[in-house]
Structure formats: C-alpha cells, structure tokens
C-alpha cells in the first residue's frame, strides 16, 4: 500500500498563491502517476493536474493551465502543486492520489491510494 499525506492548504486573498506538499510513504515504487484532485462542495471531484514519474511528464486541466504547476522530489516522495494567481473557484478540499498504472491522466477511477485532503479557500 501507498500512504498519502497532504499539507498546505489555507485561506488566500485572490491572486495570491499557495503550495501545497504530498508525501508519500510505504510502497512508493510501485506509483507511477501522481495527481492533485479537488472537490468543491456540491461539485463532482476534479482532476486539476498530474505527473509521470518515470519522466516527469505533465498534463493540467484548462481551468489551471498557466496558474498551476504539479513538480516530484523523488529523493523526498513528495509531489507539490504551485497554485498561482488563485481565484475564489479555486476553493476546494484538495487531495492527492497515486496509481500503479503507466497512465497520465486526470480520472481519477485510474487512482488507487489517496490522501485525507487540505483545504484551499480563496476570498
């Protein structure tokens, strides 16, 4: 198994940014995509970016092209997502979520492990 472990979340003015962190413990090796999920109250959960991590391969969704970034420290097991010029719709819980499968993508039925979420609300 794959332990998750988000941090970072808070409260920001709009336009401002946070960072948030993933780690990751137990099994790691066996994680081949990483991805950063929210869910707005009443929303369906969204994938809003993901990372290969054998080539570190990126893909985003339209609404944070430009303003996200998702980045691996391998040697740390930790993924970060850099949340730059937040907007109000940004507000969400926001998760991470790893699977074993050699696919970058955004759906998030392809992930098997994932983290108990922070929170991100933006003013």
């Known amino acids: 198994h794959v332990q998750l472990v988000e941090s970072g979340g808070g409260s920001v003015q709009a336009g401002g940014s946070l960072r948030l962190s993933c780690a990751a413990s137990?099994?790691?090796?066996?994680?081949?995509?990483i991805g950063w999920f929210r869910q707005a109250p009443g929303k369906e959960r969204e994938g809003v970016a993901a990372?290969?991590?054998?080539?570190?391969?990126?893909y985003y969704a339209e609404s944070v092209k430009g303003r996200f970034t998702i980045s691996l420290d391998s040697a740390k097991n930790t993924a970060y997502l850099q949340m730059n010029s937040l907007k109000p719709e940004d507000t969400a819980m926001c998760y991470c979520?790893?699977?074993?499968?050699?696919?970058?993508?955004?759906?998030?039925?392809?992930?098997?492990?994932w983290g108990q979420g922070t929170q991100v609300t933006v003013s």
């Open positions: 979520a790893s699977t074993p499968q050699t696919i970058l993508t955004l759906y998030h039925h392809y992930y098997l492990y």
């Open positions: 137990g099994y790691t090796y066996t994680t081949n995509c």
């Open positions: 990372i290969y991590t054998g080539g570190g391969s990126t």
